[in-house]
């Protein structure tokens, strides 16, 4: 899937679950700031994930694992920092950011995992 169609996805998925939240959170809370704030650095993470496998997937091995790994650790060291911001600076309640963080992590990880699967598994068939 193209990055653009990827981004589409993920931001309507996003976007979606945000308005859903909404709903049950009362909006101009802390909760609900800690909720978006934790949506979109999954969001961010998520995108620039895809965009380095799209951008290394047909250069060598080499640069793949550097730009995957490499990307890996960088985007973990960028969140951490997010975090700390958004906790120490911004002072938003705890639990709801990282549960919200972690929870659109894992929803992006299953979408991401799924849609490769598709991609890479048909080409592995018709080998």
Request: glycine share 8%; net charge positive; aromatic share 6%.
């Amino acid at each position: 899937m193209s990055l653009f169609r990827y981004s589409i996805l993920v931001l309507a998925v996003a976007g979606a679950t945000l308005a859903a939240a909404a709903l049950v959170v009362p909006s101009g809370t802390p909760v609900l700031t800690a909720v978006a704030f934790g949506a979109a650095l999954a969001t961010l993470n998520t995108l620039v994930a895809h965009a380095l496998v799209e951008w290394s997937e047909r250069r060598s091995t080499k640069v793949f694992l550097g730009a995957v790994l490499g990307g890996m650790v960088g985007r973990l060291a960028l969140m951490l920092g997010a975090v700390v911001v958004g906790v120490l600076v911004l002072d938003l309640p705890r639990v709801p950011l990282v549960v919200s963080l972690l929870g659109y992590f894992a929803l992006f990880q299953m979408l991401e995992l799924r849609l490769q699967h598709r991609r890479h598994g048909r080409a592995a068939e018709t080998r």
